[in-house]
């Protein structure tokens, strides 16, 4: 089984929708991120999380919100979406002080499209 | 904030040829990490190989190694004896203290191996 997965794995929506996108992994990792990709962009940072208690502001949060319902789970809220929010998702899971601390590990990503 | 820049969005290689593929970065930190990703077509995100920013000694992995220069902030990534299944796109990432150790990437570079 997939150590981080993600839910659903491909969407097609319309403009002022609601969305949500879902996080969740088995490797008891206290940070989480949602990064989102677009064509010659790399990612960039939306959200990240320490821990349920603690969630932080990426590089273009604008349009997105989160939530940590859990240590295992951080979901990505798209309040009202719209075209340009397009992309693909990828949530991603750390632990600094594990052995492998500076590693993250990422999900199988997620395709957003909005029309 | 920390700046990733790949300079060869694509570049192509033969098969069992070496190709190196570039990266500057931009920090003021000396204490952080560098990465090297893959995303084949199935769009998961690889770990290819890392770098501790303290260590002098470059990171290899099997065919996978890297030139690493701190003062010149320079990263670069040689893959040897290319293989198809080299193809893909490859990013490089920094992680510093910033962002919850969230990584910032590159745009990307895209490989393609020739028979």
């Known amino acids: 089984d997939a150590d981080v997965t993600q839910t659903p794995r491909n969407r097609i929506t319309k403009t002022g929708k609601r969305i949500m996108l879902e996080c969740s992994q088995t490797?008891?990792?206290?940070?989480m991120y949602w990064y989102r990709q677009d064509p010659g962009l790399g990612l960039r940072l939306i959200y990240y999380?320490?821990?349920?208690?603690?969630?932080n502001k990426g590089e273009i949060s604008d349009g997105y919100s989160v939530s940590r319902q859990a240590q295992a789970k951080f979901s990505l809220s798209l309040e009202s979406a719209i075209p340009n929010q397009t992309a693909l998702y990828f949530c991603?899971?750390?632990?600094?002080?594990?052995?492998?601390?500076?590693?993250?590990?990422f999900g199988p990503g997620t395709r957003l499209t909005v029309l | 904030a920390q700046t990733v820049t790949q300079s060869q969005p694509e570049m192509s290689v033969q098969e069992a040829e070496t190709v190196t593929l570039s990266c500057t970065y931009d920090?003021?930190?000396?204490?952080?990490?560098l990465f090297w990703y893959k995303q084949p077509p199935s769009r998961q995100m690889i770990l290819v190989i890392r770098?501790?920013?303290?260590?002098?000694q470059n990171a290899t992995e099997n065919r996978f190694s890297v030139n690493f220069q701190k003062a010149a902030k320079s990263f670069s990534l040689k893959i040897s004896d290319s293989q198809l299944g080299d193809a893909a796109m490859y990013f490089c990432?920094?992680?510093?203290?910033?962002?919850?150790?969230?990584?910032?990437f590159g745009k990307g570079t895209s490989l393609l191996v020739t028979p």
């Open positions: 770098q501790e920013a303290y260590k002098q």
């Open positions: 990432a920094y992680r510093g203290s910033n962002s919850g150790y969230a990584l910032n």
């Open positions: 490797k008891g990792h206290d940070r």
């Open positions: 920090t003021s930190e000396s204490d952080y990490y």
């Open positions: 999380s320490f821990d349920v208690k603690d969630i």
């Open positions: 991603a899971t750390s632990a600094p002080l594990s052995p492998t601390g500076n590693e993250q590990f």
